[in-house]
């Protein structure tokens, strides 16, 4: 495996320069975007126009993991998402994330130009994800999921939701540790949507500065379009729950989530704008009404 980051420009989140991850999925049956992008220009048109609107990763998945999805062989995803992540690397200046399980795809990804190795198994799914990622010094984030894919959102039950989240997490994120992943280049998500109820997945987000201080690095939060939301709404046409997203995303932006996972690129990188002026009026005012 080549070593892509020199001793000293290993991969760090708190190099990325924003807290966007826009959505790049190249898969005939994604639940919000399934087939719109499977064409590889197509996907590359898609991910330079997410950064355009500010975009700080593009995250580039072929392996759809919607509630009862089949899944797909290691040959078909890597036909899906090597040519995206190449194109995307000659065109954007963002990093770009690949969104899989397996590491044979992390390894190919890596070599096209992805520098962080989005892994919804937490390194469960395949033995040889954390070394591989470690060798390449890439960025990682480690998903909670319950189940796979197929059989997920049959009637999962936890003792505590957030406590289970936050103790697998912190398992999976110590192994990762282990195979020599260094402490910056890893980030944990809580999983929305993966084995949860509505109330598990609204737990999740009201619990967030707890989750995000029991597991210790930096939480990306992936809410965008999910059925919860269109439950909560009534909404059935995903693309039709971005305004419910948005909400999601101030919440888990002010809760001290470090990223947002969304498709509405231009409206969470609004959100975060305004956010970070108002945060900024914040400290301004205090500082005036303590110098009074
Ligand atoms: N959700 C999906 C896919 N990949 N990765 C992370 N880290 N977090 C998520 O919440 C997540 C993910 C499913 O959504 P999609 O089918 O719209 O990509």
């Given amino acids: ?101 397996k590491a044979v795809v992390a390894r190919a990804a890596i070599a096209a130009g992805a520098t962080i190795v989005n892994d919804v198994s937490a390194g469960e799914a395949d033995t040889a994800m954390l070394s591989t990622v470690a060798d390449a010094g890439v960025g990682y984030v480690a998903m909670h999921r319950r189940g796979a894919s197929a059989t997920m959102q049959r009637d999962p039950q936890y003792t505590d939701v957030v406590a289970d989240v936050v103790e697998y997490l912190a398992r999976r ?11 910056n280049a890893l980030m944990a998500d809580p999983g929305i949507g993966f084995g949860k109820t509505i109330e598990h997945n609204l737990a999740l987000l009201a619990s967030l500065p707890e989750l995000i201080a029991g597991v210790g690095v930096p939480v990306l939060v992936g809410t965008s379009r999910k059925s919860f939301l269109g439950r909560l709404v009534d909404v059935d046409e995903p693309a039709a729950r971005d305004d419910a997203t948005l909400a999601t995303v101030v919440w888990a932006l002010e809760r001290g989530a470090s990223m947002v996972r969304v498709h509405d690129v231009r409206g969470a990188v609004q959100v975060a704008v305004v956010l970070g002026a108002l945060a900024r009026a914040t400290v301004a005012r205090r500082e005036v009404v303590e110098s009074r």
């Avoid at 190099?15 to 499977?38: E, H, K, L, Q, Y």
């Avoid at 919607?66 to 990093?95: C, K, M, N, W």
């Avoid at 994120?173 to 402490?183: H, M, Q, T, V």
């Fill in 173 to 183: 994120l110590d192994a990762a540790r282990a195979a020599g992943i260094a402490e």
């Fill in 1 to 101: 495996m080549v070593r892509l980051y020199a001793e000293g420009l290993m991969f760090r989140w708190a190099t990325i320069a924003g807290p966007v991850m826009g959505v790049v999925n190249v898969t005939p049956d994604s639940f919000s975007d399934g087939g719109r992008f499977i064409a590889p220009e197509a996907a590359i048109e898609h991910g330079i126009g997410l950064v355009d609107a500010g975009a700080a990763v593009l995250d580039v998945g072929g392996e759809s993991t919607r509630p009862g999805a089949a899944p797909v062989d290691a040959g078909t995803e890597l036909d899906r998402v090597i040519p995206v992540v190449e194109g995307l690397a000659a065109h954007v200046s963002v990093p770009i994330s690949i969104d899989t399980t």
